[in-house]
């Protein structure tokens, strides 16, 4: 790559320190610190983490000033024709494209492992029926670390391959119970004759009088949203994930910590956050000028949910694919959402509004992607659980990446003390001292 140094120069006092420098397949390019304290006794301070790699990863490609997204290098546009989650969770974990045989097999293998044992659909009777469905979906896949303890130290790929399996496969079993949980409907059994999107749908919209019928545009956009939100590189949940996952915790374990992270309404909790936006403005509670206003507004804890991006300065490629999605399911349904008209006028709004545009804030995956859920019939309080499904491969893909590794090292970062210094500490001993003789003293 034209003119990129080799290493950097670090000059501190009447010192200076060589630090190389990575360089990444499309160019982009990191200063090695990781000799930095042992060499000058300091450490650098990035408290977001925003300036700082913390792997090298060949998993996702996101290059945030042009909006460009790819799994394993193939653009994320060449998966909205014909969405497989699947082949995708597939591709993700095992890093290219199965062959017909292998996706066969990896199919099979989730059809197998679709059930739940008894006693985990039994512990489902015990849940509060309002308990939040993340809760849940965070608690089950720890349990699962209980049913199948032979997965809790593993070295071999076969083993590994059949923990994924499980997880990917049961992850929409849980869901479902979990969504039926808080309905008061009876739990429906996964039927091992329907596909992955269709056995989800199944288990949650099957009536014991009447199967539920799934429509293939509504099979298409579920397999889409899935795919949609299968990886992206080091966001928070995937880096919860690798951050567990490096003391070599379980893939269970690890995979529930992520659902965790994601449940935050800045992270995966923004598509909640963006529905109850909408309704809010959609029952009169606020104009979308007022909308705006507010989300700009430095006293303010309001954002403007699903907008902003930590890595995207541009569009996030997901918000446009979805947005036409939103707009195909929609044609097909007999009522449109006035929600979905909202989303568009806040939108055009925020697109020319100087603090957006100065702040490079656009559309991002949650803004669209609650519509489309609730389009299929999909309850607000499922969306993060939907979302985690859909993520739920790449953060198994990031977990075997680092897992196989040889040079990763458990995570564990430094700080900056700013506590109590020791010229300070004998008035603290002296203080605390005070405070037990006035404690013990006869009032
Ligand atoms: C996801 O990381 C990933 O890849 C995540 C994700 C994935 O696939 O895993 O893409 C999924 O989490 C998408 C993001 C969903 N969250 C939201 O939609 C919540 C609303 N967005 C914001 O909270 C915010 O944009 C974040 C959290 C997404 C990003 O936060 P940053 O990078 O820490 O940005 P910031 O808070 O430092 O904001 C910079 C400026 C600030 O203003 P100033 O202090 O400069 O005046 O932009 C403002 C912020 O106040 N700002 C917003 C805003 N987002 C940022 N102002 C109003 N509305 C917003 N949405």
Not at 17 to 37: C, H, M, N, Q, W
Not at 147 to 160: G, I, K, M, R, V
Request: hydrophobic residues 40%; charged residues 25%; aromatic residues 10%.
């Amino acid at each position: 790559m034209a003119d990129i140094p080799e290493k950097a120069i670090l000059i501190l006092g009447d010192k200076q320190y060589e630090l190389p420098v990575v360089v990444g397949t499309e160019g982009e390019r990191a200063i090695d610190i990781s000799k930095l304290r042992d060499q000058s006794g300091y450490i650098t301070y990035d408290p977001s983490l925003s300036n700082t790699g913390v792997c090298k990863s060949s998993i996702t490609f996101i290059d945030g000033e042009k909006g460009i997204l790819r799994y394993r290098g193939i653009p994320i546009e060449q998966f909205v024709n014909y969405p497989s989650f699947v082949r995708v969770a597939w591709m993700l974990i095992f890093g290219r494209m199965p062959t017909s045989a292998e996706l066969a097999q990896f199919s099979e293998l989730l059809t197998r492992h679709e059930l739940l044992h008894e006693s985990a659909r039994h512990q489902f009777q015990q849940i509060p029926v309002d308990a939040p469905p993340m809760a849940i979906l965070s608690a089950s896949l720890n349990n699962l670390s209980y049913y199948h303890q032979q997965f809790l130290a593993f070295e071999d790929t076969e083993s590994f391959v059949e923990a994924a399996a499980r997880l990917i496969s049961k992850v929409r079993t849980i869901a479902a119970f979990a969504y039926r949980r808080s309905q008061g409907l009876p739990f429906n059994y996964p039927d091992p004759k329907l596909r992955y999107c269709e056995n989800l749908l199944h288990m949650m919209f099957s009536l014991p009088h009447q199967q539920y019928i799934c429509t293939p545009e509504v099979v298409d956009a579920l397999n889409l949203v899935l795919v949609l939100h299968a990886d992206h590189e080091q966001n928070c949940s995937t880096f919860t994930v690798r951050v567990v996952g490096s003391s070599k915790a379980n893939l269970f374990a690890s995979c529930s910590a992520g659902v965790s992270a994601l449940w935050g309404p800045l992270h995966g909790g923004a598509n909640v956050k963006v529905i109850e936006m909408l309704e809010e403005i959609h029952k009169g509670g606020m104009t979308p000028e007022e909308c705006i206003a507010e989300s700009k507004r430095k006293e303010s804890k309001f954002r403007l949910f699903g907008f902003g991006h930590r890595v995207y300065k541009n569009f996030d490629p997901r918000s446009r694919i979805i947005r036409d999605a939103c707009d195909r399911v929609f044609a097909t349904l007999k009522h449109g959402d006035p929600l979905l008209d909202i989303a568009r006028k806040l939108e055009e709004l925020a697109l020319k509004d100087q603090y957006f545009i100065d702040r490079n804030l656009y559309p991002n995956v949650d803004f669209y992607s609650g519509l489309l859920l609730r389009s299929m019939g999909i309850p607000t309080n499922m969306f993060t659980v939907i979302f985690s499904i859909g993520r739920l491969p790449g953060w198994i893909a990031h977990w075997k990446e680092q897992h196989d590794d040889p040079t990763s090292r458990i995570l564990r970062p430094r700080q900056v003390y700013v506590g109590l210094p020791e010229n300070r500490i004998e008035a603290a001993l002296a203080q605390a001292e005070e405070l037990r003789k006035v404690e013990q003293s006869p009032t």
